[in-house]
């Protein structure tokens, strides 16, 4: 049943280097931000293998209810879409899917939305059989309530960005089809999460701290994580390239040996679904004794990106775990914007990952990190004894 619905879901609109986009949203006021915002979705449009061909951004209060944009804009996006030979628009918010068939009828190409590209792009990057079952499973949330609305694509043979994994045939019997595989999902990611919690129990028995590198897509977690353990793990420009969690052995300068983790990259407007499916990685941090987050400093946009990390981190449950700043990427800002950012953010560090320096920087600051994590634990205990 999997393979039939995987392949019923392909054929509507899997993304080639010749595939064009368009890409649309709508602002309230703020255009700096969602400028930046429709930046971010043009990037992840190439890691999805499309080109960004164009973008239309409307001043709206509120998303049109049938067409997400107003009707003179859909007219001029139809025109322009066929002057450029557009194959997929992508919206940068979340279509419903009247929104979406409306769009496809009118503009007489493929429409997804900003969550159902970010699971596309989740995945192909999935390797391990854990990974593809926390994607599977945000699949189908996803399809759930848009069985209606993507009857019509995906009754239709093609190719396009949006469309890799479970998918369905028949509406009559998807909903009963996609309830059974969630069930089947969910009872095996249960056994990871079980089978997770066992290992962290073994850890803690060992005395074995943890560390846990977060931070935003693309921040440079995991060319930190190879400076700091010596492994090799693919490092890339491209967004999302860490889904599966990794997990070395790291030797302090005291001879102490932890346990460093890399997590995958979180995004502003991260799918629900995403974070709930991907909980049983996620609780690696949440467990954690120390989380380091890392911070893109050349980023125009850190303040958010900083902002939309810690929301996940609440989300997860992992707000309350002791959390230490490293700002990356120092070699692309000026020293003067270094030294802004440590005042700014004092206990802070800023380095370059790239360089070998970085290596030192970083453990001290996570040597500090978890002397006090276990100054405090110890205060807390002596406490309750007290």
Known sequence: MRRESERAFQSSVTPSK????????????????????????ARLTQTAGAIPVFRILQERRSPHPGTFLGLGKVKELARTCDEHEINVV?????????????????????????????LDIFARRARSSEGKLQVELAQLRYLLPRLVGLGRTLSRLGGGIGTRGPGETKLETDRRRI?????????????????????????????????????????????????LTGDD??????????????????????????????????????PHTLVAAFRATLEEVADADLVVQICDSSSPVRDEHVRAVQRVLAEIGADTVPCVVVWNKSDL?????????????????????????SRSIALELIEKGLRQTAADAHYCETGRTA
């Open 18 to 41: 010749s595939q064009r986009a368009a890409l649309i949203g709508l602002t309230a006021g703020d255009r700096d931000s969602t400028e930046s915002s429709l930046e971010e979705l």
């Open 90 to 118: 992508i919206a940068d918010s979340e279509l419903s899917p009247i929104q979406r068939g409306n769009l496809e009828e009118i503009v007489q190409c493929g429409v997804i939305d900003r969550t159902q590209l970010i």
């Open 179 to 227: 309830h059974r595989r969630l069930s089947t999902v969910k009872r095996h990611i249960e056994r990871v999460r079980k089978r997770r919690a066992q290992l962290r129990a073994r850890r803690t028995k060992r005395q074995l701290p943890t560390v846990a590198l977060v931070g935003y897509t693309n921040a440079g977690k995991t060319t930190l994580f190879n400076r």
């Open 233 to 270: 793990a693919v490092a890339s420009d491209a967004l999302f390239v860490t889904l599966d969690p990794l997990v070395r052995r790291l030797r302090l300068s005291d001879k102490r040996t932890v346990l460093c983790s890399d997590t995958v990259g979180f995004l502003d407007r991260l």
């Open 333 to 357: 800002i000026s020293r003067e914007e270094c030294r802004r950012i440590l005042l700014r953010e004092p206990g802070s560090v800023c380095l370059s990952a790239i360089e070998p320096a």
